[in-house]
Every structure is written in structure tokens, then in C-alpha cells.
């Protein structure tokens, strides 16, 4: 099975991904949690320089960069995976992709999909769970535990929370049209909600559609 988690920085993939590998673990089934851009030795050199905030990259070079570190991780990691049975849970895949690229930097979506179709020789996650966040919800989140004021400061963002708020909010739109779009598989969270309800939520519709 392949799981993947969706939505901007600050809406808690990252805790629930762990909250969703602990419960799993205890059920004995054997998961492998992966990042994206990253995983891969090739992978997380692009990743630190997507990330790396003195760079400066086009939508189109972003794009491949992102592209080029998701097709080192699917065909190196992801799909042998799989293929040996084990569930696979991606802090993000392609759908980042269309929000951050295709809404946020403005890329044409068939140039996207040419690209992703590629890149993911194909694979499409059976279930996405996005948490939905505000850009400034996140950006309160990231400052909550410092002295620094809640604002986009340059100093303490990466390359891509450094592209502002504007760009965060076609991000998010971008996400809640691709849910809409593939609600089958899409399903829409409220990060504001607990950790114990999102896990809770989350564990139901898994043992629900998939009887895990």
C-alpha cells in the first residue's frame, strides 16, 4: 500500500506520519517512511539545494530538480518497496507537484502532468491524506516556539517559505481543487483538529477502506 501525506509546512504531516508508522508498527505491518524531495543518497543533495535559500531557481528548473529527486526515490526505494509487500508513506508525492509548481509558480498543468507521468513511472498513491492549513495558521506554527515575530523572515526560511504568503495561498488553493477533483482518493483533514482526532480519523478510514 502506498500512502502519502499532503499539505503546506506547518500543517503536521510530519506528526501524524510518525502517530500513523508507530500504530502500524504495533499491528505488525512493516512501513517505510520517506520524504520528499529525499531518500536517496542523489535525492537529498537536490533536496539541500531546492531547499538552500541563497539560491535562486526558475519554476522550470525547480520543477525538474523535484522531478528528477522523485524519480531517483520511486525507482530506487519506492517501487522495490512495494513490490516486497511493505507499505510505503511519502510526506509528499506528485501533488505537491501540482500545488506548488503548477499553482503556486504558474507552470502549465499539461507540461505537469507530461513531467509527473514520468517521474512517478506511473504510481499513484491509494489513499492522501491532506491537512488543510491557513499560510499564516502555518507560519505561527513555525514562529510559536521562538522569540522571532511572526512574520516571513528571510533569515529563518527556506528557499520555498521564502516565496511568501501570496504564493502559500495558491499553494493551498491548488491543493483543495486537486481534493475536490480526486475525492476518491483525496481526503481532507483539518489541521487545526487535535493530533489524537486527525490520528483517530485517520486510522478509521484506513481500517474502512482498506481493513487495516
Known amino acids: 500500500m502506498l500512502i502519502s501525506f499532503e499539505g503546506i509546512d506547518g500543517a503536521g504531516k510530519s506528526t501524524q506520519i510518525q502517530e500513523l508508522l ?12 520517506l520524504r520528499e524531495p529525499g531518500g536517496t543518497a542523489v535525492a537529498e543533495k537536490i533536496r539541500q539545494i531546492l531547499l538552500e535559500s541563497s539560491h535562486e531557481i526558475s519554476p522550470i528548473g525547480e520543477l525538474l530538480l523535484f522531478s528528477a529527486s522523485r524519480a531517483e526515490l520511486i525507482q530506487e526505494v519506492v ?7 511493505k507499505t510505503v508513506i511519502l510526506d509528499r508525492f506528485f501533488d505537491s507537484t501540482t500545488a506548488y509548481q503548477g499553482y503556486g509558480r504558474g507552470i502549465d498543468m499539461e507540461v505537469l502532468r507530461s513531467i509527473i507521468a514520468i517521474s512517478t513511472c506511473g504510481i499513484t498513491p491509494d489513499i492522501t491524506f491532506y491537512l488543510d ?3 499564516e495558521e502555518a507560519m505561527k506554527r513555525k514562529f510559536s516556539k521562538t522569540s522571532i515575530p511572526l ?5 529563518e526560511l527556506d528557499r520555498m517559505e ?15 481543487d486537486i481534493a475536490r477533483i480526486n475525492s476518491q482518493r483525496f481526503v481532507w483533514i483539518n489541521a487545526l483538529d487535535s ?14 477502506r482498506f481493513g487495516s
Open 151 to 155: 512574520a516571513f523572515q528571510d533569515d
Open 133 to 135: 492549513l491557513e499560510p
Open 195 to 208: 493530533i489524537a482526532v486527525i490520528h483517530n480519523r485517520i486510522l478509521a478510514l484506513l481500517k474502512e
Open 79 to 85: 517501487m522495490p518497496a512495494l513490490a516486497s509487500g
Open 22 to 33: 508507530h500504530a502500524l508498527n504495533a499491528r505488525g505491518v512493516e512501513v517505510l517512511t
Open 162 to 176: 521564502r516565496s511568501g504568503i501570496e504564493f502559500y495561498r495558491k499553494v493551498r488553493q491548488g491543493y483543495l
